[in-house]
């Protein structure tokens, strides 16, 4: 069980919490003590840079992960992110290219795998007081990547690809002298720092009952189903806006202050935050409260990304369209308007759901705004990183949202 994770630097199902010191599991190292060549593939593979910038390149990304990305548990839907996403996504402020890497098949040049880095200053551990009431948290502050998008083609599984590519990536992070990094997975592995659960929010219910995404309730017909999952045409709060690029030096208080209180986070500077809150249609959407009494302030932030999954072989339907709540800043707003008019936003642009998991402040709204469980977990990893005591969190000590 777990060949290559229990030969990781990550906590460990078996240890006991005790004595352990929050920090760093592995003994420290230098970026001269780090491996220099990359780590060896079968001989038919070869490793490559993804050079996003290039169209050419992100639509093969797009291809590998359109057909071989994360499914559910039932195989009926699966992970669709476009080549749009994967640009903003990846090639965030600070992006390296060098960690963004492929394997190929040597004589067909055929893209067969795939992993990615982005750097991120995460704060993480500190004490209690996380949640509604909210001191600040403490903690610290690490310098780490964010891992996304590890994915191996279908026709090459359990070949032990995922640690070769796992072990790459590590190295040529540690060369640029990072030696930590926070990821999210479906799958457990060696050793959640948290396990949250995702909620779905049904905004066209006749084609998610449909395609098999929900199901009528009991005693429903659907006109009443209809009927109850029906938004408002236009946002309800006074003064949102559409988030700009010149916000982002107000922004950024507003959300780090806010986030202050959790014990997992990003701590974002300008550049971030004019990256990760801007719109871009079908890709990610940041709405902002400017205080109509008072122009120019800034009272609230809400966004989400758009990540539409395939439909596996339904004969009508092929793109289901789903919205993912990504930060929420209530300032003046309660958190459940905000949500709400975001939700009316995603629905009058044509999604088909507004997901959400249980982190962050959300369970103050996932009843009310007629959210129900689904069948998927995300738990939440650190590498090279323990909490003292090695503890865990609880969803709502959670303040990082990665995509
Ligand atoms: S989670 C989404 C991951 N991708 C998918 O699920 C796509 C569909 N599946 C596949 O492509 C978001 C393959 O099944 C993959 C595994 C490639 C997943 N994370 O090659 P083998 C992320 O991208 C372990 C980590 O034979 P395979 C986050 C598994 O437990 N490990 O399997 C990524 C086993 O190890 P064990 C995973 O099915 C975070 C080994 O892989 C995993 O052909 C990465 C088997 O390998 C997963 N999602 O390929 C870690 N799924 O110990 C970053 C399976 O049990 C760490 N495994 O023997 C930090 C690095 C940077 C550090 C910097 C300081
Ligand atoms: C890392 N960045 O399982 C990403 N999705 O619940 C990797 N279920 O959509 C992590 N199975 O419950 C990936 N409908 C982990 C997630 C992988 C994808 C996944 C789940 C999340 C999902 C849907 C469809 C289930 C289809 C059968 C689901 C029920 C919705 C219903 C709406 C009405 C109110 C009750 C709930």
Not at 171 to 182: C, P, S
Not at 274 to 295: G, K, L, R, S, Y
Not at 328 to 333: F, N
């Amino acid at each position: 069980k777990y060949a290559f994770w229990g030969t990781q630097p990550v906590a460990q199902f078996s240890e006991a919490g005790g004595e352990a010191p929050e920090g760093p599991i592995d003994v420290p190292k230098t970026v001269a003590e780090v491996r220099q060549e990359p780590y060896t593939l079968p001989d038919s593979f070869e490793w490559c840079v993804c050079d996003l910038r290039d169209d050419a390149v992100a639509h093969e990304v797009y291809e590998l992960l359109s057909n071989n990305y994360v499914e559910d548990d039932d195989n009926m839907f699966r992970f669709n992110y476009s080549s749009g996403f994967l640009k903003w996504c990846l090639l965030c402020p600070g992006h390296t290219l060098d960690w963004l890497v492929g394997v190929r098949v040597k004589a067909s040049r055929r893209l067969v795998g795939f992993i990615s880095a982005i750097p991120a200053h995460i704060r993480v551990g500190g004490g209690p007081g996380a949640g509604a009431e909210g001191g600040p948290a403490g903690g610290r502050e690490v310098r780490m990547v964010e891992i996304n998008f590890l994915c191996v083609h279908k026709k090459l599984r359990s070949k032990r690809l995922a640690p070769v590519l796992i072990k790459e990536i590590t190295r040529r992070v540690n060369l640029r002298d990072i030696w930590q990094a926070a990821y999210t997975a479906g799958v457990l592995l060696p050793k959640p720092l948290a396990t949250c659960r995702y909620f779905h929010r049904s905004l066209n219910p006749r084609k998610l009952i449909d395609v098999g995404f929900s199901r009528l309730a009991p005693r429903m017909t659907m006109a009443r189903t209809i009927k109850l999952y029906k938004l408002p045409d236009e946002p309800l709060t006074p003064g949102m806006r559409e988030a700009r690029p010149e916000d982002a030096p107000k922004l950024v208080p507003l959300l780090n202050d806010y986030l202050a209180r959790y014990r997992l986070t990003q701590v974002f500077n300008e550049e971030e935050v004019a990256h990760w809150f801007q719109n871009i249609d079908n890709v990610v959407q940041a709405f902002v409260v400017e205080d109509p009494a008072a122009p120019g302030s800034l009272t609230d932030l809400v966004s989400f990304y758009a990540l539409p999954s395939s439909i596996l072989g339904h004969p009508e339907h092929t793109e289901l369209r789903a919205a993912y709540l990504y930060y929420t800043v209530p300032g003046a707003t309660p958190l459940k308007q905000l949500v709400n008019d975001a939700m009316i936003m995603a629905a009058s642009k044509g999604y088909d759901v507004f997901n959400a998991l249980d982190l962050l402040q959300n369970e103050l709204f996932l009843k009310d705004l007629k959210f129900g469980a689904g069948d998927g977990q995300l738990h939440y990893y650190l590498y090279n990183w323990r909490l003292a005591g090695n503890a865990s969190l609880t969803p709502q000590e959670v303040g990082l949202v990665l995509m």
